[in-house]
């Protein structure tokens, strides 16, 4: 016999300028954009923007080997420009495991208005961020792994940091927060979808609704009907979505978790509403269906695969280096990574890449380079696996990378877990031409850390002039979820 016992609790969640998630960055291409990040958390900070390139400026990038932390109680400005670039993208923070915890926002790059956009403009745009989600602080997480435990099935997905709606009582308990997204009818809106979970991949689809593929992580693509689409964690993908279905009811808007045994995992289901302005009555009834390879289990490899660039169309375009025959490119390098499950090394539990883990540095190498310290770093990272047996245990790809960007760039795991245990490694691109001078010079406010630390001085301010100034208070928020208990 079970009984089962529902609780509501507080969770702390990381929060900008209050919100969770945090507020929209929404610029247009080769805006400088500003940032002054205020940490009141009780920990180091750090945000990364992956997608924004920082053309020749790592150190802007908020991973740990280009930037020193924001201590607590500190603020710091990042500072850079959102050039010849456009997509929908999402900023986090890239430390401890605290994007489990909220600190993420999306970040939009537009057109100028002089350049075309491939589709007809939009009524509207919609923002929405999946993800897993666990009931445990981020603290108590990462306290999991260090301890060598899996995370386990996650509690739920939230939707633009809301909970399901009740589409079905058995499942889901009255009370729960939801996000409705209200709609004219008749209209094209653009709808940017980011994964921002920690590992679950999420099955995304509207109820009745076309998703009319239009851009993926900066580059327009052939525009391709889908009704479901699977995103991975990290990954941010735009749809249109037009308005034209009868309002005789609202809509599911869902992102469930794929992959898995739906019987476990049914709980793992954001559910979203989709309200017509003119809508004649709330909705119910099941959600629609996910996709169901039970026959065919290449079903999401094929999706992924189908999606290609509009080569003809503005935005980011491939280097012209071979008129996009990527077979006529010559290779100067191959490097073979292989990513296995975590293993014990020096008796605590991680994950490598080639057999090698990340440790956290004391010193961004970056800094470390720039004030000629030895051995922060080793540039001994094995272009092979030390182990090749088996080979592509569990599938492979092959990525052309053209290393046009000077710089020191993270290499590394989307899956946050993964990341945290030490999936992770640096590129260091120099310019060998014109002996690294196209890279920028460190920012004025660059902080100072580990053996480096003596440097550094009192925060002093600088005028910023820029298209775009954004002033982010970084707090722990206390939101109400609901959570579920069941003791046997
Ligand atoms: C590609 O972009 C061009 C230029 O904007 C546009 O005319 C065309 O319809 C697009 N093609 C597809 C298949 O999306
Ligand atoms: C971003 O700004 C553009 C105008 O520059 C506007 O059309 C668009 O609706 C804005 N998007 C969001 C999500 O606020
Ligand atoms: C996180 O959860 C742990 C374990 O439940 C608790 O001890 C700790 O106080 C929590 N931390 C915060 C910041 O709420
Ligand atoms: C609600 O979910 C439960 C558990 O999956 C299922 O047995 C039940 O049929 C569902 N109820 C409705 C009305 O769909
Ligand atoms: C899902 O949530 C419902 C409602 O609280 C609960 O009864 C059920 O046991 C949960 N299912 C799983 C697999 O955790
Ligand atoms: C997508 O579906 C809509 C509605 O069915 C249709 O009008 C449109 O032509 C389709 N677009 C493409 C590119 O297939
Ligand atoms: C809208 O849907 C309702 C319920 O399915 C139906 O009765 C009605 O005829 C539909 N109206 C139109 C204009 O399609
Ligand atoms: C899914 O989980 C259920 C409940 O534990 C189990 O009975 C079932 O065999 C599992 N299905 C698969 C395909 O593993
Ligand atoms: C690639 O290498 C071949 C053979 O060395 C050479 O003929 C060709 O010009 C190179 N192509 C490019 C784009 O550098
Ligand atoms: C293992 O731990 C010891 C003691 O902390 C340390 O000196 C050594 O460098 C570590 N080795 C590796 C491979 O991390
Ligand atoms: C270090 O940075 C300063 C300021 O950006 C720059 O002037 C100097 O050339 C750099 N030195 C090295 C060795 O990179
Ligand atoms: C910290 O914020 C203050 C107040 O906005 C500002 O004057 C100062 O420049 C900031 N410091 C840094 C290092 O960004």
């Known amino acids: 016999m079970s009984l089962r016992k529902i609780e509501t609790f507080d969770v702390l969640v990381i929060a900008i300028n209050g919100k969770f998630p945090g507020s929209i960055i929404n610029v247009t291409t080769n805006n400088n954009v500003v940032v002054n990040v205020f940490n009141d958390l009780d920990e180091d900070l750090l945000i990364t923007w992956p997608g924004v390139q920082m053309r020749r400026n790592s150190w802007e990038d908020g991973v740990l080997g280009t930037n020193c932390p924001i201590p607590p109680k500190?603020?710091?400005?990042?500072?850079f420009q959102a050039k010849d670039q456009i997509g929908s993208y999402f900023y986090f923070p890239s430390l401890n495991f605290q994007r489990a915890a909220g600190g993420f926002g999306s970040f939009i790059i537009n057109n100028r208005d002089i350049i075309p956009i491939p589709?007809?403009?939009?009524?509207?745009?919609i923002v929405l961020m999946i993800g897993d989600w666990y009931s445990r602080n981020h603290t108590a997480l990462r306290t999991a792994l260090d301890d060598?435990?899996?995370?386990?099935?996650?509690d739920g997905v939230?939707?633009?940091?809301?909970g399901p709606y009740r589409y079905n009582a058995t499942l889901v308990p009255s009370g729960i927060q939801y996000t409705q997204i209200d709609v004219d009818p008749g209209k094209t809106y653009r709808v940017r979808v980011h994964n921002v979970g920690i590992s679950t991949t999420l099955n995304f689809r509207i109820q009745n609704h076309n998703l009319l593929l239009v851009?993926?992580?900066?580059?327009?693509t052939v525009q391709t009907n889908f009704t479901n689409f699977d995103i991975?964690?990290?990954q941010s993908?735009?749809?249109?979505?037009?308005?034209?279905?009868?309002a005789s009811t609202d809509y599911y808007i869902v992102a469930s978790a794929r992959f898995v045994n739906a019987s476990l995992w049914q709980n793992v289901t954001g559910v979203a509403v989709l309200h017509y302005k003119n809508s004649k009555a709330p909705i119910s009834g099941p959600l629609p269906s996910p996709p169901d390879d039970t026959y065919y289990k290449g079903l999401s490899l094929d999706q992924a695969r189908s999606v290609r660039q509009n080569t003809s169309a503005s935005g980011a375009r491939p280097n012209p280096q071979g008129s996009y025959r990527y077979g006529r490119i010559n290779i100067s390098n191959t490097y073979v990574l292989k990513v296995m499950p975590p293993v014990t090394i020096n008796g605590s539990t991680r994950a490598a890449i080639n057999g090698i883990s990340f440790r956290k540095p004391n010193i961004p190498f970056r800094l470390a380079d720039n004030h000629s310290l030895q051995g922060a770093y080793k540039l001994d990272f094995p272009s092979k696996p030390t182990n090749r047996t088996p080979v592509y245990p569990g599938g492979w790809t092959a990525i052309l990378v053209s290393l046009d960007n000077a710089g020191y760039w993270n290499l590394r795991s989307e899956n946050l877990d993964r990341w945290y245990l030490g999936q992770e490694t640096y590129l260091k691109v120099i310019n060998p031409e014109e002996n690294g001078e196209t890279e920028m010079k460190a920012?004025?406010?660059?902080l100072y850390c580990g053996p480096l630390q003596y440097k550094q001085k009192d925060q002093s301010r600088s005028a910023a002039s820029s298209a775009f100034t954004a002033r982010f208070n970084f707090t722990y928020l206390l939101a109400l979820f609901t959570v579920f208990f069941i003791f046997s």
Do not use: C
């Not at 589709?119 to 745009?125: I, R, V």
């Not at 060598?148 to 996650?154: A, N, R, T, V, Y």
């Not at 939230?158 to 809301?162: A, D, E, F, M």
């Not at 920012?443 to 660059?446: A, F, L, S, T």
């Open 158 to 162: 939230l939707i633009n940091g809301k």
């Open 237 to 246: 993908y735009t749809f249109l979505v037009s308005t034209d279905q009868n």
């Open 148 to 154: 060598g435990k899996q995370l386990g099935i996650p």
């Open 119 to 125: 589709f007809a403009q939009p009524y509207q745009d």
């Open 215 to 220: 851009e993926t992580e900066g580059r327009y």
């Open 74 to 79: 500190w603020n710091w400005t990042y500072r």
């Open 232 to 234: 991975h964690a990290g």
């Open 443 to 446: 920012p004025q406010n660059v």
